[in-house]
C-alpha cells in the first residue's frame, strides 16, 4: 500500500510558510505527510531531488570536507562533525569509519534523497544533503559548516542530480516496530548459545537461528547474561561518564544507519524531557521519557567481555546502545565499575 497526500503543493508551501520557525519533521507529522513529501513540494525553492545511490553521494560528500552528520530515530538524535574519509560500500551493508564520523549504512533503505538550500533568519543559507527511506523518514542528513568546501556544492549537486525532477514520490507506510519475540522454553539453549559468542556481531545472528530478537532475548536470557535496569538509568550512566571523563562508544540508528560516537563526552544538559550531550563536535539529544526498558548486557569477545547498556521504547524498539572502549583496558574497566553500580530494576518488572 502507498501512502499518498490529499494537500497540493501549494498548500505544503503555504504551511511551510505559515509555520517558518517548525522544524520539518514536527510539521509534516502535523500535516499527514512524510517529511520527504514536504520537501518534495519544494522542489525549485532551494530543493533538488539527488541520487539516493550510497556510492554517488559518499564521494561526493568526501569533497565537501568537515561537515556535520546526523542520524535519528523516533526518540534520539546524534550528530557529529568530521570528514567523511575511509568510505566501504557494499550492495547490503556499507561502512564510513575514521576518528570522528563513523557510519554502518543499509542502502536497502537509502530511497529519496534531496540537496536542501534553507535560507537562515539573520541571512545566509544552510545546506544540506538528506537521505530517506521507503516510507518518506529521514535515514541520514549531511550539513554543511562554516569550515565545510562551500565552493563544491554546486559541483556536487550538479553531479547527483536527478534528470526527473519529479515530486510524485510513492511513499510507502512505516514499517511497524518489531515487538520483543521470545521463548522461555529456549532459554537454556539460549544460554549456551550465548556462552559460544565471540564477537558481538554474532548475537542478532543466534538469537534470529533461535527464532527470538534482541529484546526478547534479554526478556528470557536472566543473569549473568543481562540485567534489567531502571529507565533513569540511561541518564545516570551519561551523567557519571562525564564525571569520570570516561570514554563511550554511543550506537544511535534506524533501519538505514547506524551512527557512532566513540569518546569521552563533557556537557550533559536535562530540558524537559530531553537529555541532552553538548559538546563542540558531539552532540546528543534522548527522549527520555521515550525510555520503557533498560538492559545491561554481557556478550564475550576476542578482547573480553562487552558490557552494554541498551534503552528501548514501549513498543519494543531499540533506542541505543552504550558501550565501554574495549581498546582501552583501563578505560573498560572504568566502565564495568560504573555499569554494575547502576539501578536495577526486578525482573517481575519487565516480565
Not at 539453549?189 to 532475548?217: S, Y
Request: aromatic share 6%; hydrophobic share 45%.
Amino acid at each position: 500500500m502507498v501512502r499518498s497526500t490529499s494537500l497540493s503543493v501549494t498548500e505544503i508551501r503555504q504551511a511551510r510558510l505559515d509555520n517558518p520557525k517548525m522544524r520539518e519533521r514536527e510539521l509534516a507529522d502535523k500535516l499527514g505527510i512524510s517529511e520527504a513529501q514536504l520537501l518534495a513540494a519544494h522542489l525549485g525553492q532551494g530543493v533538488t531531488r539527488v541520487t539516493p545511490d550510497m556510492d554517488a553521494l559518499m564521494p561526493a560528500v568526501m569533497r565537501l570536507g568537515e561537515v556535520m552528520a546526523l542520524t535519528r530515530n523516533e526518540s534520539c538524535v546524534i550528530e557529529k562533525t568530521g570528514v567523511y574519509a575511509d568510505y566501504r560500500g557494499g550492495p547490503h551493508a556499507a561502512l564510513v569509519v575514521n576518528d570522528e564520523i563513523d557510519l554502518r549504512m543499509f542502502p536497502g533503505h537509502w530511497k529519496y534523497a534531496f540537496a536542501v538550500v534553507k535560507p537562515l533568519e539573520g541571512g545566509g543559507k544552510r545546506r544540506s544533503l538528506q537521505v530517506f527511506d521507503a516510507a518518506g523518514d529521514a535515514v541520514h542528513k549531511v550539513f554543511l559548516k562554516d569550515s565545510s568546501v562551500h565552493s563544491e556544492w554546486t559541483s556536487v549537486v550538479a553531479e547527483l542530480r536527478l534528470p526527473e525532477q519529479s515530486g510524485d514520490l510513492p511513499i510507502l507506510p512505516r514499517q511497524k516496530t518489531e515487538a520483543a519475540v521470545g521463548d522461555p522454553a529456549k532459554a537454556e539453549r539460549l544460554r549456551d548459545e550465548w556462552d559460544k559468542i565471540t564477537d558481538t556481531h554474532q548475537f542478532l545472528q543466534m538469537v534470529k537461528k533461535l527464532k527470538m530478537n534482541r529484546l526478547g532475548a534479554y526478556r528470557v536470557a536472566g543473569a549473568p547474561y543481562v540485567r534489567p535496569l531502571q529507565t533513569s538509568a540511561v541518564s545516570v550512566l551519561l551523567e557519571k561518564a562525564r564525571d569520570l571523563a570516561l570514554p563511550i562508544m554511543v550506537f544511535v540508528g534506524n533501519r538505514g544507519c547506524i551512527e557512532i560516537h566513540t569518546g569521552p563526552i563533557e556537557t550533559v544538559k536535562p530540558m524537559g524531557p530531553w537529555i541532552n550531550v553538548l559538546d563542540p563536535r558531539f552532540n546528543l539529544h534522548l527522549r527520555n521519557d521515550h525510555i520503557a526498558e533498560v538492559w545491561q548486557a554481557t556478550k564475550a569477545t576476542r578482547r573480553g567481555d562487552a558490557v552494554s547498556v541498551e534503552a528501548f521504547d514501549a513498543e519494543g524498539g531499540l533506542i541505543l546502545q552504550v558501550f565501554g572502549v574495549l581498546a582501552e583496558p583501563e578505560a573498560a574497566a572504568k566502565w564495568n565499575d560504573l555499569v554494575a553500580a547502576l539501578p536495577s530494576l526486578k525482573e517481575e518488572a519487565v516480565a
